[in-house]
């Protein structure tokens, strides 16, 4: 009586023990399975985001293969972004004021930094980078990086106003390079009126953040200044600064520059250059 009261204790037993042994087999799998996933994906590059005007993408691409082979484990994707900075800009402030934001790198202008930092927007990098890597930079760009005393931003290249001009059309009038707005006034008319060139002098006039950068250029070239570090006046009121302005506007006026500049940024003018 007792045997087989022990046997049909163990045969109740045993369909448990193999419901156990199944049960403990398909948590292992599903470990298992976590684990070479886990696996798989730390094995995978992180990738990070960066938006960008379009034109600036080519001459970034080399830095960033060089940046991917020191360091393997990490993927750039840029996102081309529009011509415009200005619009470059509010994509990002959009995105960062939503929350949850696509980009994860920042490739900006150098008058964005304090309104990003004072967001939050930006990690501080003063504990990141040493004062014998930044001495690699220019002062002034590394400068311009800053907000309330810390680092935001390091520059990637430094931008210098140019006039671009056709060395072959000035030699074939005898002309020399411009070096006043007088000279570049006379020789734009000069070539006019030889049928050489439609339009002598093209400028960024859209309202955008390009304009400013471009009267800042002409604003130097007629003598004034926005701002006087020393004593922060203003000095867009001065001779000077409407000396820069009337030229500008003179271009229009006297057909040297065409009248559809005031819409046009950079890509506009190096085209039609």
Do not use: C
């Not at 800009?89 to 696509?102: C, H, K, N, R, V």
């Not at 922060?232 to 600064?241: C, I, K």
């Amino acid at each position: 009586m007792l045997y087989r009261q022990s046997v049909n204790k163990l045969r109740k037993f045993l369909p448990n023990l193999r419901s156990l042994r199944r049960f403990g087999i398909s948590i292992l799998l599903f470990l298992g399975i976590v684990l070479f996933s886990w696996f798989v994906m730390a094995q995978q590059p992180v990738t990070l985001n960066l938006l960008l005007p379009a034109p600036d993408a080519p001459p970034l691409q080399r830095m960033i293969k060089d940046f991917e082979a020191e360091n393997p484990g990490i993927r750039i994707n840029i996102v081309e972004g529009p011509n415009a900075t200005n619009l470059v800009e509010d994509l990002y402030t959009s995105a960062f004021i939503l929350g949850e934001s696509p980009y994860d790198l920042v490739v900006m202008d150098i008058i964005w930094t304090p309104k990003f930092a004072a967001a939050g927007w930006l990690l501080d990098l003063s504990n990141r980078i040493s004062q014998d890597e930044l001495a690699a930079f220019s002062p002034n760009d590394v400068e311009g990086g800053r907000y309330e005393g810390k680092l935001y931003r390091l520059p990637i290249r430094s931008d210098a106003g140019m006039l671009y001009y056709r060395k072959d059309l000035l030699a074939e009038a005898g002309l020399q390079p411009p070096e006043t707005f007088q000279d570049l006034m006379a020789a734009s008319k000069t070539l006019q009126k030889a049928g050489k060139v439609t339009w002598g002098y093209l400028w960024q006039g859209r309202q955008y953040e390009g304009a400013v950068a471009m009267f800042m250029e002409v604003l130097e070239g007629a003598g004034g200044f926005w701002v006087n570090p020393d004593t922060l006046e203003v000095g867009l009121d001065r001779p000077e600064s409407l000396r820069a302005i009337e030229f500008l506007r003179s271009t229009v006026q006297e057909g040297i520059a065409p009248p559809g500049v005031t819409t046009y940024h950079e890509e506009d003018t190096r085209r039609f250059f």
